[in-house]
């Protein structure tokens, strides 16, 4: 976003207040909310205001942009700038500005761009937060859009090797697990956690980046600890972006840094134990979204002082709703606000499923049955008898581990042939059908 002839005063971000600082334009992720005052410095007349779309609304597919225009005192409503823009191109800042916020690099140069982690805060109200040295819980969360082999996209007989390219459908994931949100909130509900399966990296018991894995993702921290979480964008099947948003806190942005097109979160904790991941110790900015450069981190710490059950996820819509977020839960239910007396409850009012869904793939182990999911409809196909599935119970530590995880070989089962797959409702459709035929051929012969 851009302002012709004009430059933009950041002045807060996310709510939080920031060092004003002068840029020439701002990239505004999915989520983020930034304060800009536009000074009216320049020579009474009418302005654009230029909006550009990136990533999928770039040149290379839609080309989204838009204008505005802004009208000095003195200007007749309705006056547009001389100069006309109709196109993406057209509606670029301009290129020898300091761009703040830019798209997949970091750290910024001078003079050119600024990445949100370089902004300075005017609030400092617990130092401690950046400045302890070793956070009291550190999570590394990598992602990307995986290659792998998801019953919801593409089928368990379908292995996403054999899809066309450009039918593909990968899937974006948190440490290789795709997220399901539980069938009743636990804050109101706190009576319902038992029913959750809940799962984290640590506690699986099979290889998610070969199987496909499905649960509600969910870490624990104690209540006022400090919370260090190291973002990974992985950056192998495109060069994305993905904002992230934390519910129920703010935190401090203590570092960002690409390091190529692609990395691993095992290379991010070689280079910190040799102490090249710098981290901003005074005034880092507090915000609540914040993006990740692709094939690079981003680094987030805050104190959990809020208890409750906190969603963390990617901000762009079809990939929070396939799984890409987690929950952290802040201290223990006892330390959580009680819902108010006859508070309304809600729950799982999905019709019952002729079958379970269960998750499999080509491989012999799969992970993770979650009843009563919600799915748009049921697989008309049996488990093999090869497949097994892993269930969780609720122990958890403070740490996000999950204990007494248990790997459960699936009842022998064969696999429906196609005459006996249709249900009684297809048969009957069709027999229906024959019969109106009938009465037409009947109707017209009369």
């Known amino acids: 976003m851009s302002v012709e002839n004009h430059t933009l005063e950041i002045i807060a971000s996310d709510g939080f207040d920031v060092k004003p600082t002068t840029v020439d334009s701002v990239v505004v992720y999915a989520g983020e909310r930034w304060d800009i005052i536009i000074r009216g410095s320049q020579p009474i007349g009418s302005y654009w205001i230029k909006f550009r779309g990136l990533m999928d609304c770039d040149d290379r597919f839609t080309s989204a942009y838009q204008v505005a225009v802004l009208n000095y005192d003195g200007i007749e409503p309705g006056t547009y700038p001389e100069h006309s823009i109709k196109s993406w191109k057209e509606s670029a800042a301009p290129e020898n500005g300091l761009h703040l916020n830019p798209l997949n690099i970091a750290p910024g140069t001078a003079k050119k761009y600024m990445t949100a982690a ?9 130092p401690e937060i950046i400045q302890k040295e070793k956070a009291d819980h550190q999570f590394y969360l990598a992602y990307d859009f995986n290659p792998i082999d998801n019953i919801r996209f593409h089928g368990p007989h379908i292995p996403i090797r054999t899809v066309r ?5 990968y899937t974006p994931q948190l440490n290789f697990i795709s997220h399901v949100m539980p069938l009743s909130p636990p804050m109101t509900q706190p009576e319902s956690i038992h029913e959750i399966r809940k799962c984290n990296e640590s506690s699986m018991k ?12 969910w870490l624990n921290v104690k209540l006022n600890s400090i919370v260090e979480i190291i973002l990974v964008d992985r950056g192998y099947t495109f060069d994305a972006n993905h904002p992230f948003h934390l519910h129920g806190h703010a935190f401090r942005v203590v570092g960002m840094e690409r390091l190529g ?5 095992w290379i991010i904790q070689e280079r910190d134990a040799k102490q090249s991941v710098l981290r901003k110790r005074v005034n880092a900015p507090i915000k609540d979204t914040v993006t990740v450069p692709d094939g690079g981190y981003t680094i987030l710490r805050f104190r959990a002082d809020n208890p409750g059950y906190w969603f963390f996820h990617c901000h762009i819509t079809f990939h929070v709703e396939v799984g890409m977020g987690l929950i952290i839960q802040v201290g223990e239910p006892e330390q959580m606000l009680k819902s108010p007396e006859h508070f309304p409850k809600c729950g799982n009012y999905i019709p019952p499923a002729r079958i379970n869904p269960i998750q499999v793939s080509e491989n012999v182990q799969t992970i993770i049955p979650y009843n009563n999911i919600s799915t748009p409809r049921q697989p008309p196909y049996s488990i093999l008898s090869s497949t097994t599935m892993t269930t969780y119970d609720n122990t958890v530590d403070v740490d996000g581990d ?10 022998e089962s064969a696999r429906p042939s196609r005459a006996h797959g249709r249900s009684s409702t297809c048969a009957i459709s069709s027999s229906s059908n024959f019969i109106a035929m009938i009465l037409l051929v009947v109707y017209i012969a009369l």
């Not at 370089?118 to 617990?126: H, P, R, V, Y």
């Not at 390219?165 to 459908?169: D, I």
């Not at 199987?211 to 993702?217: K, R, S, V």
């Not at 999950?402 to 009842?411: D, F, G, S, V, W």
């Open 261 to 265: 097109k692609s990395t691993e979160p």
């Open 206 to 217: 099979v290889n998610c980046t070969v199987d496909y894995c499905e649960c509600t993702h």
């Open 118 to 126: 370089e902004l300075t805060s005017l609030k400092d109200d617990d």
């Open 402 to 411: 999950l204990k007494n995880a248990t790997i459960i070989p699936l009842k």
């Open 165 to 169: 390219k450009g039918f593909k459908l």
